[in-house]
């Protein structure tokens, strides 16, 4: 059975630092790996995805990574800004043949970075 | 062009009661999921409809259940409810197509139905 685990729960940073969040999976067997950002009360915003091919991506401050063979994917955000603080949540949609729909998710890591 | 849009945003209802929650996708999408969201157990995967079909389901009671119409709307059901169902309902589509020879199937998610049972 697939887990995705996020360490840390939390984690409290000064603006402009760069930093790293943490998502390990017990099953290598994915198609895809997601980060979503969630502000308190709202739904999700993706950030990036990774298909199982891919080694990483970029979108601005952000760049997350895969490596597969060991599970385990970060998020790296560059030059944190007060804006960034939310819950960032990471997903793995597990490999069977064609689109199962599911994502299975990490409970998330809360940021707070403070001005 | 328009996200993914969930109606109502919030809802308080009684045990026992059911409860209808609505999703429309984004335009030209047609693989509609639902997640529930709880603090305890985090985001949970409920089931999965693709050309209004059930695709997959997670492991939930049968007072869960849910339909997909011609257009890719989408309606999740809750009867008896209970307490615990007490939760943020998330729906999420994804265009589920090919681009380079792989499927993406990344999913956007929808802002929510906040469903508060007393």
């Known amino acids: 059975k697939q887990e995705v685990t996020q360490i840390p729960a939390a984690l409290s940073v000064p603006e402009g630092e760069n930093l790293v969040l943490n998502c390990s999976f017990t099953d290598s067997a994915i198609y895809n790996l997601q980060w979503f950002r969630q502000d308190p009360g709202k739904g999700l915003t993706s950030l990036l995805l990774?298909?199982?091919s891919q080694r990483e991506q970029t979108s601005g401050r952000l760049n997350a990574s895969l490596d597969k063979s060991s599970g385990r994917s970060t998020l790296y955000i560059a030059a944190s800004q007060p804006g960034d603080s939310a819950t960032y949540l990471c997903a793995v949609r597990p490999w069977g043949g064609g689109s199962q729909g599911n994502l299975i998710f990490g409970k998330g890591t809360k940021l707070s970075v403070k001005p | 062009k328009a996200g993914v849009t969930q109606t109502p945003r919030y809802l308080i209802k009684t045990r026992g009661q059911q409860v209808t929650l609505s999703c429309s996708p984004i335009s030209g999408h047609r693989s509609v999921s639902w997640y529930q969201q709880t603090p305890g157990q985090g985001l949970q995967f409920l089931f999965e409809?693709?050309?209004?079909?059930?695709?997959n389901k997670g492991n939930f009671p049968g007072r869960f259940s849910g339909r997909q119409f011609s257009n890719s709307r989408s309606e999740m059901n809750v009867s008896t409810l209970e307490l615990g169902d007490s939760a943020l309902y998330l729906c999420?589509?994804?265009?589920?197509?090919?681009?380079?020879?792989?499927?993406?199937?990344?999913?956007?998610f929808g802002p929510g139905t906040r469903l508060t049972v007393t």
């Open positions: 990774i298909q199982s």
């Open positions: 999420a589509s994804s265009l589920a197509s090919a681009s380079g020879g792989q499927y993406s199937y990344e999913q956007y």
């Open positions: 409809y693709f050309s209004e079909t059930q695709r």
